[in-house]
T-cell receptor, first 113, second 110 residues
Framework: EPEVTQTPSHQVTQMGQEVILRCVPI?????FYWYRQILGQKVEFLVS????????KSEIFDDQFSVERPDGSNFTLKIRSTKLEDSAMYFC???????????FGQGTRLTVV | QKEVEQDPGPLSVPEGAIVSLNCTYS??????FMWYRQYSRKGPELLMY????GNKEDGRFTAQVDKSSKYISLFIRDSQPSDSATYLC??????????FGSGTKLNVKP
């Protein structure tokens, strides 16, 4: 069964460093998302992406964040200068069409020290 | 007022019980409703996706949507210890983002 794949599963980084979280969405999917979940809290929306541009972003998604689809398969989230409060699970999701199911990856646990 | 409200639990039931999980919402524009299961430190796993009022059944799971009351439910029949997880409701109206509930933690005791 096709699945959304995220790497790495766990990343530890020092405050102020740049990190890139990688996702490989399901191959025929066209809509892509990043969400995050701080430990013990709700899953929060970060950004949605379609047709090589951002469809919507949350207020969390400030200038320190960027997304890219560098080739036909990868979808990346970059955090330019990490803060302690960026520590969270980051989930990538994809869906084939607008009104179809969205599938999530297993997440990348980001720890900023 | 929160967009989506969900009782965090925990909810503890014996194996074989019928489980009822619920969410309420305030935004009448929500059209699409989802239930996800999340094991600890894992990604949300889709259980049900529905867009109309009424019931949708898939195996031991039934999703119920009542748009007039802004209320959705997930029923799990013959619950198993492997169903022990956190259950997330989510909903959307513009296909750009999901609004998640805070999750209900379910424990099914053998």
């Amino acid at each position: 069964e096709p699945e959304v794949t995220q790497t790495p599963s766990h990343q530890v980084t020092q405050m102020g460093q740049e990190v890139i979280l990688r996702c490989v969405p399901i191959s025929n999917h066209l809509y892509f998302y990043w969400y995050r979940q701080i430990l013990g809290q709700k899953v929060e929306f970060l950004v949605s992406f379609y047709n090589n541009e951002i469809s919507e972003k949350s207020e969390i998604f400030d200038d320190q964040f960027s997304v890219e689809r560098p080739d036909g398969s990868n979808f990346t989230l970059k955090i330019r200068s990490t803060k302690l409060e960026d520590s969270a699970m980051y989930f990538c999701a994809s869906r084939r069409d607008r009104n179809t199911e969205a599938f999530f990856g297993q997440g990348t646990r980001l720890t900023v020290v | 007022q929160k967009e989506v409200e969900q009782d965090p639990g925990p909810l503890s039931v014996p194996e074989g019980a019928i489980v009822s999980l619920n969410c309420t919402y305030s935004n009448s524009a929500f059209q699409y409703f989802m239930w996800y299961r999340q094991y600890s430190r894992k990604g949300p796993e889709l259980l049900m996706y529905t867009y109309s009022s009424g019931n949708k059944e898939d195996g031991r799971f039934t999703a119920q949507v009542d748009k007039s009351s802004k209320y959705i439910s997930l029923f799990i029949r013959d619950s198993q210890p492997s169903d022990s997880a956190t259950y997330l409701c989510a909903m959307e109206y513009n296909f750009n983002k999901f609004y998640f509930g805070s999750g209900t933690k379910l424990n099914v005791k053998p």
